[in-house]
């Protein structure tokens, strides 16, 4: 069946993205394969260390936006295995929204 967004997280325009893969499995945070993240289309600005649902060149990832010391851009997995997506063109890099609650176990 499909995952029901709970009334009280609900807000207009917010959408659930099924979460696939282990890369948003580690120290920093714990996003797990097969959860359901709750998405705010509706952002202001792009917030570091926030994580957000981004297209880049055409794939789509849920990833934490950090700058490195240069101020460059990144992608960063909370998994070790995982490299950062280094954005070297940021007019490429689309955000789909910000995730503001993951759901556990939910079947979908």
Known sequence: ??????????????????VVGK???????NIPDGSVALINPNYDKLIKNKV?????????????LVYDKQGI???????KEYDDI????ENELICNGRVIKIYFNQEL
């Not at 709970?6 to 099924?18: A, L, S, T």
């Not at 890369?23 to 945070?29: F, K, L, Q, T």
Request: a negative charge.
């Open 1 to 18: 069946g499909n995952f029901l967004i709970p009334e009280e997280d609900y807000r207009e325009g917010y959408f659930g993205v099924k």
């Open 23 to 29: 890369s948003m499995v580690g120290d920093d945070g």
């Open 52 to 64: 957000y649902v981004f297209t880049y060149k055409e794939e789509t990832f849920i990833k934490q």
């Open 86 to 89: 280094i954005v070297l063109d």
């Open 73 to 79: 851009l990144r992608l960063h997995s909370f998994s």
